[in-house]
């Protein structure tokens, strides 16, 4: 049975998505309850399991890296699927993965330096599971869109710009210092700039000015909140789109789409054998099915096609294992 959330506790996620670090005072001015109020409510969701995390979204692009995703169907051997996940959660460079039902049971997103680096990468994950590895594929990224939690207030009118990263490389070069800071923030986005500072050996001040700096610089996109979405009666389905073409009028009619959504949480723009990938919460998937209905009416002629997965995991381990790199 799914948990039931108030109106307060929907509008106080919705608000964590958009910047997990915004005081308890401000959120309580948005909510119109006293900052008492809102901490109790933060900390029995998190109790409950329903926030599973503040956490920290980086953009390796604007640390000189590019994006990839690789795609895999796997042979029916539990044991080996099992040490599958495993070996990609540890591999160099792992951004993302989930694991899915549908047309594919995993994929990942990765950085590298360059193509021979994602190559390299590439070609060891095939060879060390060859045995499991039934059908694969791979993407470049283009760019990402990401979007607050807005299918937790459908009601409001508020529809923010998302947050892009992917495409542009820059190459920033974070310190050791720099490190440290986003490996703790990657995992708990809402810690105290004292506590901050004591955990990684500097001061108040100037860990405050390291975060001002790789947020201007996009190293550092947005603090957001991961929610238990299956424990509040959600689904996370994407779908893989396939186009005749896709003029530029079409795309930014889809962009904009997807702005209005409030079910759409990402749009990823890439090269690869499909063209955009849509994730959506829903209820359940006639609701999903309603949803891809009314997407195929107002892009009839430019669709050509779509396959769909059904996410059963969501894995952000970018702070766990990307920032031990040089």
Do not use: C
Request: glycine content about 6%; charged content about 35%; hydrophobic content about 40%.
């Amino acid at each position: 049975m799914a948990y039931k959330l108030d109106k307060i506790n929907r509008r106080l996620l919705y608000e964590l998505d958009k910047n997990a670090r915004v005081s308890d005072s401000r959120l309580g001015r948005i909510v119109r309850r006293s900052r008492e109020s809102v901490r109790l409510r933060i900390m029995k969701m998190q109790k409950e399991g329903i926030i599973q995390e503040f956490s920290t979204s980086i953009n390796p692009g604007k640390m000189g890296y590019m994006g990839f995703k690789m795609y895999f169907q796997l042979a029916n051997i539990p044991d080996e699927r099992k040490k599958f996940h495993d070996y990609i959660r540890k591999l160099p460079g792992i951004y993302w993965f989930g694991e899915n039902d549908g047309v594919w049971d995993l994929h990942a997103t990765f950085y590298a330096r360059d193509v021979e680096e994602f190559n390299a990468l590439k070609n060891k994950v095939y060879t060390d599971f060859r045995h499991l590895i039934i059908k694969r594929d791979i993407g470049v990224l283009v760019n990402v869109r990401q979007y607050p939690k807005r299918y937790l207030v459908p009601e409001l009118k508020e529809r923010p710009e998302p947050t892009m990263f992917a495409g542009e490389v820059v190459e920033n070069k974070p310190d050791e210092l720099d490190k440290k800071i986003l490996r703790i923030l990657a995992r708990d986005a809402r810690i105290p700039i004292v506590e901050l500072a004591r955990k990684t050996g500097s001061t108040a001040d100037i860990v405050r000015n390291r975060m001002k700096k790789m947020e201007k610089d996009g190293v550092i996109m947005q603090y957001r909140v991961a929610v238990d979405h299956m424990k509040l009666g959600y689904e996370m389905f994407k779908t893989f789109v396939y186009f005749y073409n896709l003029p530029e009028k079409d795309e930014q009619r889809l962009i904009e789409y997807a702005r209005q959504s409030p079910n759409i949480v990402y749009l990823v723009r890439q090269l690869s054998s499909w063209d955009i990938e849509i994730e959506m919460m829903g209820k359940d998937y006639a609701e999903f099915n309603e949803f891809m209905n009314e997407i195929r009416m107002k892009f009839a002629g430019v669709i050509r096609n779509y396959e769909v997965a059904f996410m059963k995991d969501d894995n952000w381990v970018f702070g766990e294992r990307g920032l031990t790199r040089s």
